[in-house]
């Protein structure tokens, strides 16, 4: 029976990020979830790299063919693209990206996979996963060394010990798969597992509604629970091609939809898309020739031209003109700098993360703030991407806004020194330190219980908040000490 998907694509930047770091694509032969790390400097970059990589194998041409060859090698190839980028702009240095992705080929299934984003199949009203988290406390899990519930609520639980990085050996787990008809899969960020129970993501699932009306209850549910990461879902329901209507356009969503800098290639469009796009093009071909062409057009009325004006006129003229440039300059400045006095933001004093009271500025050598408090957390302390946003100042129109950015700092410099103190590298993707009422999962092909909705290992990396700590990666191979936590 030839089988054929039908499937959506969702992504939203979530309830506290500025930007989309998570890139989907989901097409006719291919699904993919990148979730990007690396906070401003390069996250975003790193996920729409992978898709600009993968994105050809979804064609035609490459059914029938090794399906696990062709996704490994592309997989290698965007990790490359990874490294030449971060060696053309050493800023992007400790950029990365998760990558889970499906190609289809027929009813054979390759799925490629590293990081913590994940792959369910949900058959049979079972939701089974299909992927396994490269994590820390996944890792410890394996070995015995923690229980699942220890797991949840790790300190280290933010920790990956695989993802793309643009070094060598960076190589997803490739596994083959038969695909049977009323297969349905999901694969998503942790955006969503972090934050949904998966006893409801499996009820949603159940529903069986299409798979953009699905994907767009799962995100929903997300942002309801307050995520704070980026979320992007993919639903791609395996149907009878004879029977069965299915989308041939490509869904292209976060980072990938949007990302058009430092090198990465745009992604091809549909067809319908690139006629327009030429139609669009010839159009404004046809307005430069135009603007080329002599203008015949009769010209514009022009005002009758007057006697020359008494010099004594003119003078009170422009002495009134003055006049009236200099008060409405004055009344200006003075309400800007009343305005000015209203406002708070971030930055630094003496190394330390300070709040002061106005704006950034100075008028001559009259500066226009003052620090109003200055706390213990070191700028040093904190990750790369909250170092660059201090430097750069973070702008608040009331005190209480800036105390509590001042309190995320506080909780993130701590948790750095943390995972400085065992070898990891920080990053700017935190955990929540908040806890979640538990959820049981389903003893199905190897699925285990669970606290907060989140299955075994899960590698929770919300965004920048008031309750969150950093990313880091952990070695792979990690030991643990007598108190029973890692040591190196």
């Given at each position: ?427 700017d993707e935190p955990q929540p330190t908040t806890t979640r009422t538990p ?50």
């Amino acid at each position: 029976m030839p089988i054929a998907f039908n499937y959506a694509a969702r992504s939203d930047v979530g309830m506290v990020r500025q930007n989309n770091q998570d890139s989907g694509y989901a097409g006719p032969h291919l699904l993919v979830v990148a979730d990007g790390m690396g906070g401003h400097a390069g996250g975003d970059l790193a996920s729409a790299t992978v898709i600009a990589e993968l994105f050809e194998l979804d064609d035609d041409a490459y059914a029938g063919g090794e399906t696990a060859t062709l996704l490994t090698e592309r997989i290698a190839r965007a990790n490359a693209e990874l490294g030449r980028l971060i060696t053309d702009d050493p800023k992007l240095a400790g950029m990365g990206t998760t990558v889970t992705a499906i190609l289809r080929s027929r009813g054979n299934l390759a799925l490629a996979h590293i990081g913590d984003s994940r792959a369910y199949l949900f058959r049979d009203d079972e939701l089974i996963p299909i992927t396994r988290d490269h994590s820390f406390v996944q890792t410890l899990v394996d070995e015995g060394r923690i229980t699942e519930e220890e797991a949840a609520t790790h300190p280290h639980r933010s920790f990956v010990t695989r993802v793309l990085t643009g070094h060598e050996g960076d190589d997803p787990d490739v596994v083959v798969r038969k695909a049977r008809v009323g297969d349905r899969y999901l694969l998503c960020s942790d955006g969503l597992t972090g934050f949904v129970a998966i006893d409801t993501i499996r009820e949603v699932l159940a529903a069986r509604e299409e798979p953009g009306v699905t994907a767009d209850r799962l995100v929903q549910l997300s942002l309801r629970a307050g995520a704070p990461d980026n979320v992007t879902v993919v639903i791609a329901d395996a149907v009878d091609s004879t029977t069965t209507s299915t989308p041939t356009q490509p869904q292209i969503v976060g980072a990938a939809a949007v990302r058009r800098r430092k090198g990465t290639r745009p992604i091809p469009i549909t067809p319908a898309q690139k006629a327009a796009a030429l139609a669009a093009k010839v159009a404004r071909d046809a307005d430069g020739d135009a603007d080329d062409e002599e203008d015949d057009s009769p010209e514009p009325l022009r005002l009758a031209e007057q006697g020359p004006r008494s010099p004594i006129r003119s003078m009170f003229i422009i002495i009134g003109a003055l006049v009236l440039f200099v008060i409405a300059a004055i009344g200006g400045s003075v309400a800007a700098y009343s305005w000015s006095q209203q406002q708070y933001y971030v930055g630094a004093f003496d190394g330390n993360v300070t709040i002061y009271k106005g704006v950034p500025y100075h008028v001559f050598s009259y500066e226009l703030s003052r620090p109003t408090y200055i706390s213990e957390v070191k700028v040093a302390d904190l990750p790369p991407f909250q170092r660059t946003r201090i430097a750069e100042n973070v702008s608040f129109d009331n005190r209480p806004a800036a105390q509590r950015l001042v309190e995320n700092l506080r909780e993130q410099a701590a948790e750095c020194r943390r995972v400085r103190a065992i070898g990891g590298v920080c990053y700017d993707e935190p955990q929540p330190t908040t806890t979640r009422t538990p959820a049981t999962v389903s003893q199905t092909t190897g699925s285990t219980a669970s606290t907060t909705g989140v299955p075994t290992g899960t590698s929770t990396r919300p965004s920048t908040t008031s309750t969150l700590g950093p990313r880091a990666t952990a070695p792979s191979t990690p030991t643990v000490g007598p108190t029973g936590g890692p040591s190196r």
